[in-house]
């Protein structure tokens, strides 16, 4: 029997996230200019990364303790530039880019307006008696529209691109997540990155790992099935895109998985008990 391992919660709020949102397709974020060649300015959220990302070990961590009071001040501005951007004028790539970014851009603020905190969980600001952390509530307008973190990555990110590597760049600010890349996401770089970023979660024993025979996973697996196959077959095929040749190895003529977990505590560079 799988049994649920979710790491540094309560009990009742584990219940409440053990099925994520379904991706229900937002239709007026369809629009797009494939003949549109000109990408976004990152380079603000480039460079708050490559100073705060600690990448020595992984999962990488991020210094919230060490951000300034004028690098919050840039981030807020880059943030609003972000909200000036029409968006829907722009081809794939950069729009990819341009979510992407903005939900670990709009994350990383939240929690720096919290901190210090032991788990983004703990940041209740999202709608609804029952509502846990804050990826209900509506932290950004973009082209008109209020956005909350949930409208950016069940609505836009994984309907509209139906990309599963997106799951390795969305970072929701948790030991258990993907790794906070030290750079922004571009029309450019996009592509690499997010390959990058597969490799990095599916070798690290917080995304696959054997205990004896019995195959762990992620639960960012079990939470979002369908972007990553219809069945455990199909889930560890795509493992295998991306496994190291050791790890393909242990994964041949596997047909099940046998259990998932999450660590929901802060990536903080700072170690907490």
């Known amino acids: 029997m799988r049994r649920i391992a979710l790491i540094v919660i309560p009990l009742l709020f584990a219940s409440a996230i053990q099925a994520a949102p379904r991706a229900e397709l937002w239709p007026r974020w369809q629009a797009h200019d494939p003949q549109q060649a000109e990408d976004i300015d990152h380079s603000a959220w480039t460079e708050l990364l490559s100073?705060?990302?600690?990448?020595?070990?992984?999962p990488f961590r991020f210094r919230y303790g060490a951000v300034s009071p004028g690098e919050r001040q840039a981030l807020a501005a880059y943030l609003t530039r972000l909200q000036a951007v029409r968006i829907s004028d722009y081809a794939r790539p950069a729009q990819l880019a341009y979510w992407i970014n903005l939900y670990n851009a709009l994350t990383i603020q939240v929690v720096l307006d919290h901190y210090p905190v032991a788990s983004i969980t703990r940041i209740n600001i999202s709608p609804g008696l029952f509502s846990r952390?804050?990826?209900g509530k509506s932290l950004a307008t973009v082209?008109?529209?209020?956005l909350s973190l949930n409208d950016i990555e069940h609505r836009i990110l994984r309907p509209v691109f139906a990309d599963p590597r997106v799951h390795y760049a969305v970072?929701?600010?948790s030991l258990g997540c993907p790794n906070l890349q030290p750079q922004a996401y571009t029309a450019s770089n996009l592509d690499g990155l997010l390959e990058l970023g597969a490799r990095q979660f599916v070798n690290h024993s917080r995304g696959v790992r054997f205990d004896g025979e019995d195959l762990t996973v992620s639960s960012i697996y079990r939470w979002f099935r369908?972007?990553?196959g219809a069945n455990d077959q199909a889930l560890i095929k795509h493992l295998q895109r991306y496994a190291s040749p050791a790890l393909q190895a242990r994964l041949?003529?596997?047909?099940?998985v046998d259990d998932d977990e999450y660590d929901?505590?802060?990536n903080d560079a700072v170690q907490r008990p």
């Open 226 to 228: 369908a972007d990553f």
């Open 133 to 135: 952390g804050p990826w």
């Open 171 to 173: 970072n929701c600010a």
């Open 264 to 266: 929901w505590r802060l």
């Open 51 to 58: 100073r705060h990302v600690a990448t020595a070990t992984h």
């Open 252 to 256: 041949a003529g596997r047909r099940d």
């Open 143 to 146: 082209e008109g529209e209020a």
